[in-house]
């Protein structure tokens, strides 16, 4: 989250260490866009994807950006399956350009 800070148009409003936090942060913050890792807490695997399904439906005008190591088209595919708006997939190696991140969260 450092890495936003100090980025004119981005306020950071908290950080999540599993979805389940994340769940109820957006509950309570109201954040317009949510910057997830695809795999996090507590299994590792697609909670950043099903993150992303969940705002689609309970918070639809948050946007998410979802961080990912490595390209993988299931992943894409079900993120954007139903739907671009509001979504962005980014590859890890993309946030150390801190601009395309900003310009990532600006377009959602």
């Known amino acids: ?33 949510v910057l997830t890792d695809i795999r996090m807490p507590p299994t590792g695997t697609d909670e950043g994807i099903r993150a992303a399904a969940w705002l689609h439906d309970q918070h639809p005008t948050v946007g998410v950006v979802v ?21 962005a997939y980014l590859l890890k190696e993309r946030v150390s350009d801190v601009g395309e991140l900003a310009t990532a969260s600006w377009a959602l």
Do not use: F, K, W
């Open 1 to 33: 989250m450092r890495l936003l800070d100090g980025i004119e148009g981005i306020e950071v409003v908290g950080g999540c260490a599993d979805l389940p936090q994340l769940e109820a942060a957006v509950g309570r913050e109201r954040p317009g866009v």
């Open 67 to 87: 961080l990912s190591q490595h390209v993988n088209p299931e992943y894409a595919v079900r993120l954007l399956g139903t739907g671009t708006g509001r979504r």
